[in-house]
């Protein structure tokens, strides 16, 4: 039977079989209604976990991409080429795609906040938008599904455009390198794009910055066409990389007027202007310049006062992100001490790490150096990897993550900015598999109600 015949037959099943209600790829979530698409790979780890996983599954029809020996009479098995086309010909009759204008955002830091950023000035457009990325499934300021990853599955992807995105004008979505290079965004064609920046990250799985920019390139071939990617204005070098591999780059346009606090730091601003730029050619009329509506995203730029103190959480997690925030800071508070707290991911780029440490040092007046989702890894490995970035400042090492932030704000003193970096949003930290409860906002919180009669 050809490929072609295989995907037919499976399409046959999911259309005319009464029992196909839904489509999965966990088989812990699949039913006696299911399609389930199971991935195995080749390693006998996986072979042996899958054989375990289907014996107590229940499902309608299995597609697969090895010919095993006793598969299930009612399952198929597909080259793995056809894989993600497979997928969306099927999620095509069951969770039809919604008629929207799509946007997508790639580079390694300003995706979630210029997503969230197109979904605020949509609104204010008086267009009804969703967006999903690093914060979940969103609409008007609330998040209706908090997936936990960057980009979902296709499968999941295509059930929440059907469930959520009915009653849209548009979605806008980020389209990291591991969801272009695994098709997780496949089929979907978009109206507009932006790559807000590009620097070192995720070199633990690209292995090289040459292809992770191949990966990230991989969005153009998404692209309607007639649509534009956009850049920010003042990333010379990055427009003429990308204008060597797609034709229909451009700058945004300067965006003037009195801008909120947070977008003093540069890097917002060029955030702001990808948005501007992206929803302007995509809906051709101009953004209504309600600049003072607009909110911080949640974990970006978060800034609270505190006596003659101000305290700023964001996500900064790369070398280039931290360079940034702490650049805006300095910037914007140009009186000010600069203390800066902050860790590294464990099991991820430790080229990374000292990189880091430097920039903390370049900016800061003091540094605090603590644990951010160690995973596996112990968490003085990860400090010590930090500190040896660090060659003429002091700096304090404090493993435990609230007790460093804890230490950190009771050492204010007049006149000083604290920035917690690295964490933003996210409300644990991941230590050898398990997710403890934890979050900088509410450390941050916690400490202004304890103190709010100084």
């Known amino acids: 039977m050809s490929n072609e015949q295989l995907i037919s037959s499976i399409l046959k099943a999911t259309s005319l079989n ?237 965006i003037e007027g009195e801008l909120p606090v947070f977008f003093q730091a540069k890097f917002n601003r060029n955030n702001l202007e990808v948005a501007v730029s992206i929803l302007e050619d995509v809906f051709k009329e101009k953004v209504p310049e309600r600049w003072q509506e607009l909110t911080p995203t949640d974990g970006r730029f978060y800034i609270r006062s505190y006596k003659s103190n101000y305290i700023i959480i964001d996500f900064a997690h790369t070398p280039d992100a931290l360079d940034n925030i702490c650049q805006g800071i300095r910037e914007a508070f140009p009186d000010f001490k600069l203390k800066t707290l902050f860790g590294c991911g464990g099991d991820r780029d430790r080229t990374k790490r000292p990189l880091m440490g430097s920039i903390a040092e370049r900016w800061s007046d003091e540094i605090y150096l603590t644990s951010d989702n160690p995973r596996s890894e112990e968490p003085m490995t990860i400090i010590s990897d930090i500190a040896a970035g660090i060659q003429h400042k002091n700096f304090q090492q404090i493993v435990e993550r609230p007790k460093a932030v804890q230490t950190a704000l009771s050492e204010l003193k007049e006149k000083e900015v604290l920035l917690l970096a690295g964490k933003g949003h996210e409300d644990y930290i991941l230590i050898k598999g398990t997710k403890h409860p934890y979050s900088d906002i509410q450390e941050v919180e916690s400490f202004l109600t304890r103190n709010k009669h100084d």
């Open 18 to 254: 009464s029992k196909i209600t839904d489509i999965q790829w966990k088989t812990q979530d699949a039913g006696e209604s299911s399609l389930l698409f199971y991935w195995i790979n080749d390693d006998a780890v996986s072979i042996a976990a899958f054989k375990e996983r289907i014996s107590h599954s229940a499902f309608a029809w299995l597609v697969v991409n090895k010919p095993l020996v006793d598969l299930p009479s009612n399952s198929t098995v597909i080259d793995e080429a056809l894989w993600a086309e497979t997928q969306k010909n099927c999620l095509d009759v069951v969770y039809p795609l919604p008629v929207l204008k799509f946007m997508a955002l790639t580079g390694t830091n300003g995706k979630t906040t210029t997503t969230d950023l197109i979904l605020q000035l949509g609104e204010l457009m008086g267009r009804r938008g969703l967006s999903i990325g690093t914060l979940g499934v969103r609409e008007n300021h609330k998040t209706i599904l908090d997936f936990g990853l960057t980009s979902p599955s296709l499968i999941d992807l295509r059930k929440f455009l059907f469930l959520y995105g009915q009653d849209k004008d548009f979605c806008v979505l980020e389209a990291s390198s591991h969801a272009l290079l695994q098709k997780r965004l496949w089929g979907l064609e978009f109206d507009g794009v932006g790559w807000t920046s590009f620097s070192q990250d995720h070199l633990d799985y690209h292995h090289s910055m040459e292809a992770y920019f191949e990966a990230k390139c991989l969005l153009f071939e998404q692209m309607k066409p007639l649509a534009k990617a956009y850049v920010p204005r003042e990333q010379e070098q990055l427009f003429d990389m990308i204008s060597n591999k797609f034709s229909r780059v451009c700058k945004t346009q300067k």
